[in-house]
């Protein structure tokens, strides 16, 4: 499941000042500058010739230039904010610094623009020597060798860009960019903004959404982002063994989250994937929950849902365990349940076969009927309607990443598979999730090296209590 929480369209930094408050705001001004949002240092990223060719894949597809910003870097006013670049930007450019811009042209020529003109030319903010002292040195077109270092044959400054885009305007009959998914406020603020940006330097051209065709490359995979993901998952599963092994009654959900955290960040990781959920007893029945507060309680069951993200890569990995080491009686019925239903699921996987709740190549319906035929509420009733949310979703640079749930699935696609049953009458909530790499003949359990069957959980788990103990006992010697 879960979601990285959209970036707040309602603390979008607003500038404004009145005189009265200017003198205050000239003293506060280098505060005010050392606070700004840093960027976020990705471990690694793929050779430029990968996003070079990504480009080249996309402007094969089309006949009008296409033109894409950057995240500015004033998306959001929270101090806690960390720049991320724009997923699609990023995928095309592995450019990850504020305030870029991009023009690409189609492959086709028209005919009528030059054909001495740069086909791709990336735009970067002047180099801001002021500014560099406080944040540190960011990539401008004056840098020698920033045509190597970007990968674009032609860099300017995004000063520039507009004249460039008006200039295109007069050539090409459209352009394209990602629109918004929804009219009013779906994209908001930066896709709304790139839009009317757009509309006010080109207002004859039609715009043209371009964001399908990114999507659908997006979903296939390269071998670097396969290896950035299985970096990703690794250091998840090392976090859930860590859980495992610390869970025990009188711990709060936030000191398990925080050991998970720190096993992440310890190992390379830039940032969560999204925030970890870490929900006990009742609170293992709420999908998303986020309080992280309750003090875990014997007999508690815990569903731990996390992902460390790699190099902009991020996991995807849920696991249930038993507060006290050992699942009772009914929570190792319905764990082992779910446990059935994945792997019914899994075993289905290969090219072909698709997310979507129904039909005949519907892995879902697959895992629904093993839920649906197995077990009993309470009221002996069959256990389908407790399963309430799909299979599983594509992963990478987003842990939602963007895809066709009903599409066929195709070598190179990485999903996960995350059957579950939720009874809070039973305050009882299982959820077990792996993360899967679709193969040519079928596929490859990227996080297999995290057990899901409860017996082996059950091991590790008195493995970490009789450490404790040991290590008690050293600290009574
Ligand atoms: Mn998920």
Not at 99 to 127: C, Q, T
Not at 194 to 215: E, G
Request: aromatic share 6%; proline share 6%.
């Amino acid at each position: 499941m879960h979601s990285r929480l959209p970036r707040g369209p309602a603390r979008r930094r607003r500038e404004f000042a009145s005189p009265a408050i200017l003198s205050i705001l000239i003293v506060l001004a280098a505060c005010f500058a050392a606070t700004a949002a840093r960027a976020q240092e990705r471990r690694d990223r793929e050779p430029n010739s990968v996003y070079l060719e990504r480009r080249a894949r996309l402007t094969a597809q089309v006949d009008c230039p296409i033109v894409l910003l950057g995240l500015t870097g004033r998306e959001e006013s929270s101090q806690t904010y960390i720049f991320e670049q724009e997923e699609n930007f990023y995928y095309l450019t592995g450019h990850n610094e504020e305030g870029a811009g991009m023009v690409i042209l189609p492959a086709k020529s028209s005919g009528n623009d030059a054909s001495n003109s740069p086909r791709e030319i990336l735009y970067l903010p002047a180099k801001n020597p002021q500014k560099e002292k406080w944040n540190g040195v960011r990539m401008s077109p004056a840098d020698p060798g920033i045509e190597a270092r970007t990968g674009f044959a032609t860099v300017k400054l995004f000063a520039e860009m507009r004249a460039a885009v008006e200039n295109l305007a007069k050539t090409y009959p459209c352009i394209y960019t990602i629109l918004p998914y929804e009219k009013e406020l779906g994209g908001y603020p930066h896709e709304k903004e790139v839009v009317d940006w757009l509309q006010q330097a080109a207002p004859q051209s039609k715009l043209k959404d371009i964001r399908a065709q990114i999507t659908a490359l997006r979903q296939i995979k390269s071998p670097g982002e396969i290896a950035f993901l299985q970096r990703a998952i690794d250091l998840t599963v090392d976090s859930h063994l860590e859980a495992m092994r610390m869970m025990r009654p009188g711990l709060h959900e936030y000191e398990v989250a925080a050991k998970i955290v720190e096993v992440h960040a310890m190992g390379g990781s830039e940032a969560e994937g999204y925030a970890p959920i870490v929900g006990a007893g009742p609170n293992s029945t709420a999908l998303h929950y986020d309080r992280l507060s309750r003090k875990i309680e014997d007999g508690d069951i815990v569903v731990l849902d996390v992902g460390a993200q790699y190099s902009g890569y991020s996991a995807d990995i849920t696991r249930t365990i038993p507060a006290n080491g050992k699942f009772t009686p009914r929570q190792l019925e319905v764990y082992n349940i779910v446990l059935g239903a994945q792997n019914a699921a899994i075993a289905a996987i290969k090219p072909g076969m698709d997310l979507c709740q129904k039909g005949s190549k519907s892995l879902h319906k697959i895992s629904y009927d093993y839920i649906n035929s197995h077990g009993k509420d309470l009221h002996g009733k069959s256990l389908g309607q407790y399963y309430i949310h799909g299979l599983g979703h594509n992963i990478g640079l987003n842990v939602h990443d963007p895809g066709e749930y009903c599409k066929a699935l195709e070598p190179g696609m990485v999903v996960t598979m995350e059957p579950g049953i939720y009874i809070p009458e039973e305050n009882l909530g299982v959820r077990i999730e792996d993360d899967v790499l679709v193969t040519d003949t079928g596929y490859k359990l990227l996080s297999e090296r995290l057990p899901r069957e409860a017996a082996e959980i059950e091991k590790i788990m008195a493995q970490g209590a009789a450490q404790r103990a040991k290590a008690a006992k050293r600290g009574d010697d």
